[in-house]
């Protein structure tokens, strides 16, 4: 998982004088989120193969290692304000929010043995449902974001009122770091077992 560090942008001026006569500035809030999905391929005859391919052609992270599913998160903050008797308010603010997800595909599907293929639709379906669980969280840190920036009041000055959203964004990264983190602990505690349940359910629905 990769989170790239969002950009906030600084509009005052012109906006300021078109709406200094309003007397209720409430700020409006909106979050875009999107996902989209990459596959990368491999092949493999044998259980071995394909975890030598993995490490091949797998997707690095930012470490160099190279993993079998993986998921990079970019967040940009827009935000907008007006000065009204000696205050900044907060207008609106826009966060958008995109997942890319990186799974396998497997090429030598069709020649490998059956119970290389019922551990291959293991493991894939459960790298599919690991990836999506990591962009769930994201996206669940990513609408509380947009409900604090929301509830800020109004500030003496813009640029400080600019510095508390980065702080708040700051916090709601830190945060979803460490709640990605205790996610990947747990998913790798549980691996082994949550792989052997799944071969023994296709391996009885293959049966």
Not at 87 to 94: A, E, G, P
Not at 140 to 150: E, F, M, N, T
Request: hydrophobic content about 40%; charged content about 25%; proline content about 2%.
């Amino acid at each position: 998982m990769v989170f790239q560090k969002q950009k906030t942008l600084f509009v005052t001026g012109l906006l300021s004088l078109m709406l200094s006569a309003i007397s209720a500035l409430p700020a409006f809030a909106e979050t875009n989120i999107s996902r989209s999905f990459e596959n990368f391929y491999i092949g493999g005859t044998s259980i071995e193969n394909i975890w030598k391919e993995v490490s091949i052609k797998g997707i690095p992270d930012p470490f160099g290692i190279r993993r079998i599913g993986y998921t990079s998160f970019k967040q940009t903050i827009a935000s907008k304000f007006v000065t009204k008797n000696g205050r900044c308010h907060l207008t609106s603010v826009t966060i958008n929010f995109h997942s890319n997800v990186k799974i396998p595909r497997w090429t030598d599907a069709k020649i490998a043995s059956r119970d290389v293929q019922i551990y291959w639709k293991a493991l894939s379906s459960d790298v599919e449902r690991h990836e999506l669980d990591h962009v769930l969280i994201a996206e669940a840190a990513v609408k509380k974001l947009d409900q604090a920036i929301s509830k800020l009041k109004p500030r003496k000055n813009c640029k400080a009122f600019n510095r508390k959203i980065a702080q708040l964004e700051k916090i709601s990264r830190n945060k979803l770091n460490r709640a990605q983190n205790t996610f990947e602990r747990k998913e790798v505690r549980a691996q082994n077992k949550r792989l052997q349940k799944l071969i023994a359910k296709f391996s009885a629905n293959n049966s």
